[in-house]
């Protein structure tokens, strides 16, 4: 895991989704931060099988709201909201230095960030474009948007450019006669 780059979940209510980012962050290298309250519980077998059981392999931190976060961390938050006026691809990430933490937050699913901490950092809100009849996209779908936006503009550290587990060649080898 990048302990630099993270996730923030402000309250979220659905368990497939956070599930689904969880499973994201492990997949990009993310550290994931929960901010209570959640609208799931989460020792439940259910929310552990919507995860697909990465919660094993996450890097994941609950806190008892909004202050506690940010008490509790140092570094540069962005905040995705239908309200913010650039995408996430004009979002500079390199320009963070880095020895400072990247917060990607996102709000609960049915109300978003509280207006009140969009206000106070309008210069670190973004959207994803979209076409006007649409109000928003899946919570866990904008995550992982801006998620690898992130990691494409600071060169995926981390991360595998090829097959780990079958192995780098496996479809050069791979004999559809024998199904293997």
């Known amino acids: 895991m990048n302990e630099r780059l993270n996730v923030v ?3 979220p209510e659905i368990p497939q989704n956070t599930g689904n980012i969880m499973r994201t962050c492990v997949a990009a290298g993310f550290g994931l931060h929960l901010i ?15 995860t697909t059981n990465h ?5 994941y931190e609950l ?6 976060f940010i008490s509790r961390n140092e570094g540069e938050c962005f905040f995705m909201t239908r309200y913010g006026k650039v995408p996430p691809s004009d979002i500079d990430f390199k320009a963070v230095p880095e020895d400072k933490k990247i917060y990607l937050v996102f ?7 509280p207006l009140d901490i969009l206000k106070s950092n309008m210069d670190r ?3 994803i474009p979209m076409a006007d009849e649409c ?11 801006a998620i690898y936006e992130c990691l494409r ?5 981390g991360l595998s450019f090829t097959e780990v587990q079958k192995g780098e060649d496996y479809l050069e080898s791979y004999d559809a006669t024998l199904g293997r």
């Open 135 to 145: 109000r928003s996209l899946n919570l866990s779908n904008a995550a992982a948007i």
């Open 125 to 127: 809100c973004f959207r």
């Open 63 to 68: 806190y008892e709201n909004y202050e506690d």
């Open 55 to 59: 919660i094993t392999w996450a890097d």
């Open 36 to 50: 209570k309250p959640l609208g799931f519980d989460i020792e439940n077998p259910k929310f552990k099988r919507a």
């Open 153 to 157: 503009q600071l060169g995926y550290p």
């Open 107 to 113: 709000g609960k699913e049915s109300t978003g960030i």
């Open 9 to 11: 979940l402000f309250e």
